[in-house]
């Protein structure tokens, strides 16, 4: 049987071009139009792994989906960065002075606002997912509305791209995780990059020492993010990645992090994709 995997998403989304790039091209895939829905396929086993969209190169961290992989004691086992090629799209013989507004989800929207700017006539309007607008569009046949999607999505939808490649920056680049309720299996020798989160007392350079163990045992910080705790105003946890050539060094850092900090927790290990 072919291991399903739930997206974000719908077929044609960036989430389903990364199942197919990450899997293979005719992968099985459980669509789920929010990151609640795609978390609730894997703890329910409608699917057995999950692409989940963790943070953009020009809107930055998805920082909900951290709390959903905590929360829910999901694991990190993979990493893939796709290059983001954002599209203007309509029902095929409309042109963009017909266009009255665009739908597409908020992110896609914010990594092309110098060209939508271009049009301030043109309403903007988001919607919970690229590809679901795509096809909304041309299942009801829907004039005077653009969707932004991607190429994939016009394609599969039969519609017109007016304006391609709208992003406001080219190397436009969103990382995704791959989710599973099990821990990754690789072999310690394969392992070179890891997620953790932990929590720290409010102490006057609590954050440096750690980051000192970080560099000391030879981990190279390569994102924190903070989120408050919501039970306890202006204390904060912190979702760190880390990459090393050793994972002797990574254990040694695990071993002194895990009595300096509280609530530690390692949410993944897995090989670092962006070398």
């Known amino acids: 049987m072919d291991t399903k995997i739930a997206i974000q998403g719908i077929k044609g989304s960036f989430h389903h ?11 099985s895939v459980n669509e789920c139009l929010s990151f609640e829905s795609l978390v609730d396929s894997l703890l329910h086993d409608k699917s057995q792994l999950a692409v989940m969209a963790i943070e953009n190169s020009i ?8 709390a959903l992989i905590d929360k829910n004691d999901l694991h990190i086992i993979g990493e893939y960065y796709l290059d983001i090629i954002q599209n203007l799209m309509v029902l095929n013989g409309q042109k963009i002075s017909e266009i009255e507004e665009v739908h597409s989800h ?18 903007l309007v988001e919607d919970k997912d690229t590809a679901e607008t795509a096809r ?7 004039k005077g509305i653009a969707a932004i999607a991607s190429k994939a999505a016009a394609t599969l939808y039969d519609l017109t791209i007016i304006a391609p490649e709208i992003q406001t ?18 072999p310690k020798e394969e392992i070179n990059k890891a997620s953790l989160k932990f929590e720290l007392d409010d102490t006057p350079g609590s954050l440096a020492t750690v980051l000192n163990v970080m560099t000391n045992c030879k981990l190279n910080l390569t994102k924190i993010q903070s989120m408050p705790i919501i039970e306890t105003p202006f ?3 912190f979702f760190v990645d880390v990459v090393f050539e050793k994972y002797k060094h990574y254990e040694k850092a695990m ?21």
């Open 106 to 123: 908020p992110m896609a929207l914010l990594q092309c606002m110098d060209f939508l700017k271009k049009h301030p006539k043109i309403k």
């Open 255 to 275: 071993k002194i992090l895990e009595i300096m900090t509280n609530h530690f927790k390692v949410l993944g290990e897995y090989k670092n994709k962006k070398q």
């Open 169 to 186: 920056v080219n190397n436009n680049m969103t990382r995704f995780f791959i989710i599973s309720k099990e821990a990754n299996l690789l």
């Open 235 to 237: 204390q904060y946890s």
């Open 136 to 142: 909304r569009i041309h299942q009801k046949q829907i």
């Open 59 to 66: 809107a930055g961290s998805i920082i909900p989906n951290y």
């Open 17 to 27: 071009q990364v199942a197919q790039e990450y899997f293979h091209q005719n992968v």
